[in-house]
């Protein structure tokens, strides 16, 4: 009876040991390989994307047994910072979270040094936000075929201005001016604020530039908006017709992605898929990007991959035909 006892006991303590052995190795194994990650934004601090990615962050912080952290490091148009993701190690402890700015640097700059379609792992697209054409309250253009009438009886006395030489609402006013069959002349500013400044100063006659900036402008009537560039109306602002009623086919809406180094272990990208679908139902995300006119996607990376091939070719494109060249 003893012996069978003490069997029993070592038969019982060995199943305990075993047990404690499984959950170990499956508390190793759902453990995130690093564990501090850094999601790099390559602008400076303060943009109207820090603040969904930091919310991004925070909740794969608590999912994912690391620590995400957020770090800002602007230059060269976002240039230096996706630099910095692309010679990283490809071990899922650095990520660039960018916007679709990215596919635009190929564009502007030959020698960029790296090809964010071949060094870059797409890993999701967070969301797709619209831009606008915008004008002052006063603006005797009430439409853009009030717009486009103008600069067509008066070709090149028609302005308008964007954050810079190469900026994203820059080429999105070329690529209105090339559809439209128009020749306005643009006016590079430091920044989109100043731009948007000088459209209420009446400086210029019209400005483009993301709703992350101007959702809450137009709420309070500073100004008035004559188009956007999603495919559908935006449904905060049903009232603004698209720029593709007045000109079929347009379409240029901005992206935020989620990209790691090349060569991301396929298994890395496929643990943190699910993860990141799963946030398509928090609901400070959602009310976040929902008060930016923003609409969440988080559709993993064979549709970011796609975004980003469709954009670069379609900004190489535009940058030739105007012959814009980075300052």
Sequence with gaps: MAIQRRRLL???????MAG????????QQDAWPVRQVRFVIPFAPGGGQDVFWRILADRLSRRMRASFIVENKGGAGGGLGAQEVVRAAPDGGTFLTTTSSIAILPALYPNLGFDPERDLTPVTTLCEVGSAILVRTDSPFRSLSDLIARAKVEPGKVTYGSGGVGSSNHLVGSLFASMAGIEVTHVPYRGVAQAM???????IDFGVSSML???????QGRVRLLGVTTTRRLPEIPEVPTIAEALP?????????????????????????????ALRDDEELKARLAASAAVILLDGP???AARMSEDVAKWKGVVARAGIRAE
């Design 249 to 277: 086919g347009f379409s240029a809406s901005s992206w935020f992605g989620m990209f790691g180094p090349r060569g991301l272990p396929p298994a890395l990208v496929a643990r943190l898929t699910p993860e990141l679908d």
């Design 213 to 219: 900036e101007l959702l809450g402008h137009v709420r």
């Design 10 to 16: 070592l038969g019982a303590g060995a199943g305990v």
């Design 302 to 304: 064979a549709r970011l």
């Design 20 to 27: 404690l052995s499984g959950v170990s190795a499956s508390a």
């Design 197 to 203: 400044t000088a459209v209420y100063a009446g400086e």
